[in-house]
């Protein structure tokens, strides 16, 4: 595309600057919102980046990531592709920490070492897959041809997110997994909980909800 140096670090800049703090505010969502919808904002936020650059093609008022790359990448616009890269990096981090959260929610007491160990395989593994075919299915099919496999595979990350939702509650059943403080929230409202009852999964929730003021009470341990 002829791109200067400086456009071309612009493009790596714009993805890799939101990932310097959304790790943060994905600890806080999950705290907050539960892993269920941290994981589903996360992927669409990618998956809208990414479109937005294919999609503003034919609606003017397209919005998100991998589609906005696509889009600027299509459109020969880096500054678009910047943009998208840009959304895309907001949902990488909360992304990985609601990953990790749901690992260790479900196998915390069946040996977390080994599910946590094939989660970052898996996530190294596709992105060496995703260098190694990035040039011969360009060589192939043309050099959008990349930008469209991401951007589908990043809108089949949504669809097994929307399963996973569906099946959430029956996975937290059938497991005896401890529920999430948005999770005791939502039974807190339940009409047919007696008032103490109700009261006391409020107090529940308080106390498993994350407060940023409290991570300086976190003891040497952690700081070391």
Do not use: C
Not at 83 to 90: D, E, S, Y
Not at 123 to 135: E, P, V
């Amino acid at each position: 595309m002829g791109t200067s140096n400086t456009e071309f670090s612009l493009l790596i800049s714009a993805f890799s600057l939101n990932s310097t703090w959304t790790p943060l505010a994905g600890g806080l969502m999950v705290s907050r919102l539960g892993t269920t919808y941290t994981s589903i904002f996360a992927t669409g936020t990618i998956f809208l980046g990414t479109l937005h650059l294919q999609m503003s093609l034919i609606i003017t008022h397209a919005r998100s990531g991998q589609i906005l790359l696509l889009i600027g990448e299509v459109k020969e616009d880096v500054r678009l592709m910047a943009f998208g890269l840009f959304i895309f990096g907001l949902g990488i981090g909360p992304l990985g920490v609601a990953q990790e959260t749901i690992i260790v929610r479900f196998f915390r007491s069946h040996g977390l070492g080994v599910p946590l160990a094939l989660g970052l395989v898996g996530g190294k593994g596709a992105s060496f897959i995703s260098a190694r075919t990035s040039y011969p299915l360009s060589e192939r099919y043309g050099r959008h041809a990349p930008f469209y496999v991401a951007t589908f595979l990043a809108g089949l990350s949504v669809v097994v997110n929307l399963i996973y939702i569906s099946a959430s509650k029956w996975f937290i059943r059938s497991t005896g997994t401890t529920l999430e403080a948005s999770e005791i929230q939502e039974q807190a409202k339940n009409i047919s909980l007696s008032l103490s009852e109700a009261q006391a999964l409020k107090q529940v929730v308080e106390k498993r909800k994350v407060k940023l003021g409290e991570v300086a009470k976190l003891d040497e341990v952690f700081w070391t």
